[in-house]
């Protein structure tokens, strides 16, 4: 599978404040999906990253509270904007591809991103 | 949309045979992806059904029935590492067919 690393691993933020979390990948992949699992519960898809256009965001998630930016195919970052307590959450992003940046059916997540807002 | 349902804990003793049952609701069906998270940590991806029937890999096995929106994950010779959660997740079909929608999982205890 393809080798992905997030930056921050975690952070504890105060309300109000925003913070941009990165994705990088070993490997050119087409497609970047970012994920929220809130404490105790499963992921949930917040948006699709293609590069070179704008991401696709699920029912529930804007653009506004979480852009996302996707400048090259091995790189994104999503954006948490005017953080609440309810965002305190682990962020994921993934790939659905290999080591070789091929495309494959199965998506590998990245180690993730716990985040705590106070 | 999709729903998919599956028990939130399960406890087995090391050693014994553990059956993760899962079904699912859905508007369409690519394939059903079992991961297994640890406590803090990534899901990393355990098996992928897109046919009928038994996929066996070592220990883990896992299991679809498309007309009966029915899988289950098994696990043999349970080790205490294998306490996890489990999740099931299903991909759809047509425009957004890359996606996976995930149950809550399955939260996985051995004991000794």
């Known amino acids: 599978s393809a080798v992905i690393s997030q930056k921050p691993s975690r952070d504890i933020c105060q309300r109000g404040t925003s913070l941009t979390i990165q994705c990088q990948v070993d490997s050119q992949v087409t497609m970047m999906f970012w994920y929220r699992q809130q404490p105790g519960q499963s992921l949930t898809l917040i948006a699709t990253?293609?590069?070179?256009?704008?991401?696709?965001?699920e029912s529930g998630f804007v653009i506004d509270k979480f852009p996302i930016s996707r400048p090259n195919l091995t790189f994104s970052t999503l954006t948490v904007s005017n953080m609440s307590p309810e965002d305190s959450s682990i962020y994921l992003c993934?790939?659905?591809?290999?080591?070789?940046?091929?495309?494959?059916?199965?998506?590998?997540f990245g180690p993730g991103t716990r985040l705590t807002v106070l | 949309g999709q729903n998919i349902d599956q028990p939130t804990e399960m406890t087995a003793t090391e050693g014994a045979i553990v059956q993760i049952n899962c079904t699912y609701q859905t508007s369409g069906f690519n394939g059903l992806f079992w991961y297994q998270q640890h406590a803090g940590e990534a899901p990393t991806f355990l098996s992928y059904?897109?046919?009928?029937g038994l996929e066996e890999k070592g220990r883990f096995s896992s299991f679809l029935s498309r007309s009966k929106g029915y899988s289950y994950l098994l696990l043999k010779e349970l080790q205490m590492k294998d306490s996890a959660s489990y999740l099931c997740?299903?991909?759809?079909?047509?425009?957004?067919?890359?996606?996976?929608?995930f149950g809550k999982g399955t939260k996985l205890s051995v004991i000794p």
């Open positions: 990253a293609n590069q070179g256009s704008e991401a696709t965001y």
């Open positions: 993934s790939v659905d591809a290999d080591d070789r940046g091929i495309s494959t059916d199965t998506q590998y």
């Open positions: 997740a299903v991909q759809g079909s047509g425009a957004g067919s890359y996606q996976l929608t």
């Open positions: 059904n897109v046919l009928d």
